[in-house]
T-cell receptor
Framework: RKEVEQDPGPFNVPEGATVAFNCTYS??????FFWYRQDCRKEPKLLMS???SGNEDGRFTAQLNRASQYISLLIRDSKLSDSATYLC????????????FGDGTTLTVKP | DAGVIQSPRHEVTEMGQEVTLRCKPI?????LFWYRQTMMRGLELLIY????????DSGMPEDRFSAKMPNASFSTLKIQPSEPRDSAVYFC??????????FGPGTRLTVL
């Protein structure tokens, strides 16, 4: 079993739709969590950190469920420009600075 | 801030040749990571450094791969000899105190 698992998708949604991605992690010592976005043929870029209390940044909401060991990303009112691959990232105390990346979920927003 | 700088951006070489990829991390960052990304295997961590010291190189595929970080502002990843299966995008990333990582634009390597 992979340490960080994501549904690869693809998710194909119309503009304006709400879409949610989940990511599960297996290491209970995981400490910090992030969502990255990667556009085709580009480098991954930080989208948002995920805090225990949940956090929101405009149309994006991230949540953490430590009991069930998953994090989620909700995108409201999706735009064409949201089309990308979304990577879930987990840091743990036992990995001394190393981040574990999920394989990513691909989102395509269509007109 | 210039961000993470990688060179070259593209490299095409023939099987058996030596390839050297370069990275300049963000000034002040104390962690540096080398990743490889392919369609088949996704993003793989090859090796990472903390304060210029290699911490975990378990992701390095084989002895043909080596990485160095002689100082806080420079790192190299070397493949010798290169093989077609090494073709991939190689990313360098840096971070401060185990926080979020900032990636360079990557080096697209093609080994013929």
């Amino acid at each position: 079993r992979k340490e960080v698992e994501q549904d690869p998708g693809p998710f194909n949604v119309p503009e304006g739709a709400t879409v949610a991605f989940n990511c599960t992690y297996s290491n209970s010592a995981s400490q910090s969590f992030f969502w990255y976005r990667q556009d085709c043929r580009k480098e991954p870029k930080l989208l948002m950190s995920v805090y225990s209390s949940g956090n929101e940044d405009g149309r994006f909401t991230a949540q953490l469920n430590r009991a069930s060991q998953y994090i989620s990303l909700l995108i409201r009112d999706s735009k064409l420009s949201d089309s990308a691959t979304y990577l879930c990232v987990v840091n743990s105390l036992t990995n001394a600075g190393k981040s574990t990346f999920g394989d990513g979920t691909t989102l395509t927003v269509k007109p | 801030d210039a961000g993470v700088i990688q060179s070259p951006r593209h490299e095409v070489t023939e099987m058996g040749q030596e390839v050297t990829l370069r990275c300049k991390p963000i000034s002040g960052h104390d962690y540096l990571f080398w990743y490889r990304q392919t369609m088949m295997r996704g993003l793989e961590l090859l090796i990472y450094f903390n304060n210029n010291v290699p911490i975990d190189d378990s992701g390095m595929p084989e002895d043909r791969f080596s990485a160095k970080m002689p100082n806080a502002s420079f790192s190299t990843l070397k493949i010798q000899p290169s093989e077609p299966r090494d073709s991939a995008v190689y990313f360098c990333a840096s971070s401060l105190s185990r926080q979020e990582q900032f990636f360079g634009p990557g080096t697209r390597l093609t080994v013929l």
